[in-house]
Structures are given as C-alpha cells and as structure tokens.
C-alpha cells in the first residue's frame, strides 16, 4: 500500500515510514563515520548510528524521536541549527570541512572537529522532508598534524640550541591552544632531587608561580611535589577536597585553579627532571586527549631539559680545561724562566733583576771577564774613569786598564761604550769596532 504523499516544506507534518532512511541507517550501523537522519522543520532525530551518539557524548544523549536541538541545546549558539533550517528551506546542500564544534554542556564540554555534509531528504514527490548529515570525525587528525608541526618546531628549537625557558614556554603555549580550557606548568628538579623550581607558567598568576617555585619533592606535596615521589602521574580531579593539596589549597583557591594533573618527567637514566602539569578552573578528570597531550610533550620536555644540562656540562668543562690549559702554560714559562736563570747563575754568578728585559735605563759600567759574562756595576763617580773597551786577551781574573774619561761628559751624551744602537739597547760597541758585543735579556755574546 503506497503512503501517502507528505507535503512540501514548512508544512510541518511528520514523514511517512518509506522515507526514515532505513537502508542508511543499515549501511551506517558499524562504521566510523557519523550518520543520522532529521525530519520536519523541528529537526526532528529519526535515526543515527552508534559512532554518531558515541561522538555526541553517548548516555542519555542515546534517544531519537527528540529534537536536536533539545537534545544538542549547544548546537544552537554555534550556529548548527541555522545551517539545517537553511538546507531544509532551499533544499541545497552544505559541506564543511574541519569545522570546529564544542560539544557538551559545563564540565564535560569537549571541543571536537568534523568533515560533514547537511543534503535534504525528499520524498518521492520531490519534496523536501528533512536534513539528512554524514560526517567523519578529523579532531585526531586535526590534533595529529598540528601536533606533528608543533613538535617538528619545538625540535628545531632544541636542536639549535635555544635557551630552555623558550622551548618550555613554547611547549605551555601550544598545549594551551590544543586545550583552550588548560593551563600548563612546568617544573625543574634541582641537582640534588629534592627541590622543584619553576620552569615555565606563562599562564599562572605570578603570584602562585613564585609561591610553588623550590617545593620539596614528597609524598603530599600537591599534584606535582607528590608525582615526583612517586615517579608517576598523579591526577587530582578537585582540589577543594584532595588530601595532597592542604598545605596549598588556599594559594589554589586565590588562582583560581580546582584541577591539577601532573606527570614525572623521567630521563633516559630514570632520573627524575622535574613536572608537567595540566591545570583546570573546574574540578573535572582529564579526557584521553588531554593525557596524549601530556605523555607527548614531556617526552620532548625530557629531551629539553637533558641537552640544557649537557650543554651545561660542556661548558664547564670547556672552562676548566681552559683554566687548565693557561695553568700549564704559566707553569712552563715559569719554569722556563728559572731554568734559565739557575743555568746562567751557573754561568756567570747572580744576575740582577731589572723591571724589564730591556737594557736599563741608567748607565752602567762593564768589567769584562774571561768568560765572556759582564759584572754590573752602578754608575761610576763623578770624575772617575770609564772602562771604554774590553781588554783584547785578559788573563784569568784580571781587570783591564781604564781609558780615562771624566764622569759625567761634558756634553750631554752617551760615553761611546755605553751609547745605544738605533735599536735601543740590543747592539752595543766600543770605540774598537773588534769589541762588538751583542746584549740580549740573558747577558752578552759575540756580535
């Protein structure tokens, strides 16, 4: 028996049987992607398979013969229902891709992305008779290639060698914009293990941040003091009424914060680096999205925080080598110089210590000696004669004869044995061009 013809749109009457989509409804039964099937002007739910009453939120959501917007009320501030009474007045089809929808009420909202159609059911006649939807879920995907991008740059950072407090803050901004609703924290063990410091926090209070910086690790130390204990994630749900947060409760409430979730970051020896903390405004467990996020990102934090201290440890030890180096280097000039002077000792007896290793300023006056070492001695008498050559064969121990010459000249200059070279100091010679003599920082020697 053939139904009868359902009228055209916005008459408002209930469709017919023939048209519930029941071959849909099949061919959706088992599959991921999302269907369901809407009558009438109210967009009234007739069908739906299980992923699209699993994606809604499951529960008490689980009914049909309901309007959808009495079932989904948020759909109606996000604009959803204006896009099927659309559809449903011209009869053209929508298509969105990637869109954002906030699905839930309170604390047990979800933010979520779709791949999705709205196309109008019609019945035999041509008519219009609702909106039919199929979609996909894309929220993984979405996050997975944001992630993925996010990680990749948070990478090239480490990799270059960025300070640790901008790859931290980094990491707390991106989460943070994956989950508008959490606020990240990250804390940094000391090198002894007993302490936390603050890491990165660019969305706490700044009062909080320096109230938690150097907790002690223990069990009962908050979320994170205790999670760095035990070596494990701990998870408090509410605040107000978790035995671990008494001694921080008040300093809680003053921020604002009602949730707290923190994991151990562990590194690859198992020693513990510090904590990665997800606040929430609301008492409320995390979802498994929420958890993703937090195993992948203390992983790179782990990763962050051991290149920090093994550039930390290259660098010390480059410096000490340095200190090191310039030790040594001091020890063998040292030890040059005495070697030096114990062979010239040896040599020619003790040698006077000048300010510099060039000739002195002051005249002096030289006796030779057969061993070809000069006796320095200070300036003579006004008056008194000036050795102004060496002897061309002295005996052993003998002194030569004094040319006579009066101290100080005449005239302002040099006497000829004394007068300096063009080269201050280096080459000295009397007036017997036979006698050059070369003087060095160590004593003279045969020009």
Request: proline share 9%.
């Amino acid at each position: 028996m053939r139904p009868d013809r359902e009228p055209r749109t916005g008459e408002g009457t209930r469709p017919s049987p023939a048209v519930r989509d029941p071959d849909l409804s099949v061919l959706f039964g088992t599959s991921t992607a999302l269907f369901a099937s809407m009558a009438g002007p109210a967009h009234v739910l007739e069908a739906a398979n299980p992923a699209f009453f699993a994606a809604i939120g499951g529960g008490q959501r689980e009914r049909t013969g309901v309007p959808l917007g009495e079932l989904m009320p948020e759909l109606e501030s996000q604009g959803f229902l204006r896009l099927l009474d659309q559809v449903y007045r011209t009869g053209e089809r929508h298509v969105g891709r990637d869109t954002r929808v906030v699905i839930g009420v309170g604390d047990r909202a979800r933010e979520a992305y779709f791949d999705f159609t709205y196309e109008a059911r019609r019945d035999t006649g041509g008519n219009v008779v609702g909106v039919r939807m199929i979609g996909v879920e894309t929220t993984r995907a979405k996050h997975a290639r944001r992630l993925a991008a996010e990680q990749r740059a948070l990478l090239e950072q480490i990799a270059r060698q960025a300070p640790l407090p901008e790859v931290l803050e980094g990491m707390c901004r991106v989460i943070e914009e994956l989950s508008p609703d959490v606020l990240v924290s990250v804390l940094l063990a000391d090198e002894e293990g007993r302490r936390l410091h603050h890491g990165a926090a660019p969305s706490l209070p700044d009062f909080y941040n320096q109230a938690i910086d150097g907790i002690a690790i223990g069990e009962g130390v908050g979320s994170c003091g205790t999670a760095a204990y035990r070596r494990r994630k701990v998870i408090v749900t509410d605040i107000a009424t978790d035995p671990l947060w008494d001694d921080f409760r008040e300093l809680a409430g003053r921020a604002g914060l009602a949730a707290c979730w923190s994991t151990p970051i562990l590194g690859r020896d198992g020693r513990v680096l510090g904590t990665f903390a997800m606040y929430h405004r609301t008492p409320r467990a995390p979802q498994d999205t929420d958890l993703a996020l937090a195993g992948l990102f203390v992983g790179t934090a782990a990763l962050a925080v051991e290149r920090h201290h093994a550039e930390q440890a290259r660098r010390t030890a480059d410096a000490r080598e340095k200190a090191a180096r310039d030790d040594l280097s001091y020890l063998l000039t040292v030890s040059t110089a005495l070697a030096a002077r114990s062979t010239r000792e040896r040599r020619c007896g003790a040698w006077p210590s000048w300010p510099s290793r060039r000739w002195p300023r002051s005249p002096r006056w030289t006796s030779w000696r057969p061993d070809g070492c000069a006796g320095w001695r200070p300036p003579p008498r006004p008056g008194a004669p000036v050795n102004c050559s060496p002897p061309t064969a002295p005996s052993a121990g003998a002194r030569t004869t004094p040319s006579r010459a009066s101290w100080p000249p005449a005239t302002p200059r040099w006497p000829d044995a004394l007068r300096p070279a063009p080269d201050r100091g280096r080459n000295w010679a009397s007036p017997d061009t036979s006698a050059c003599r070369s003087w060095t920082g160590s004593g003279p020697s045969a020009c």
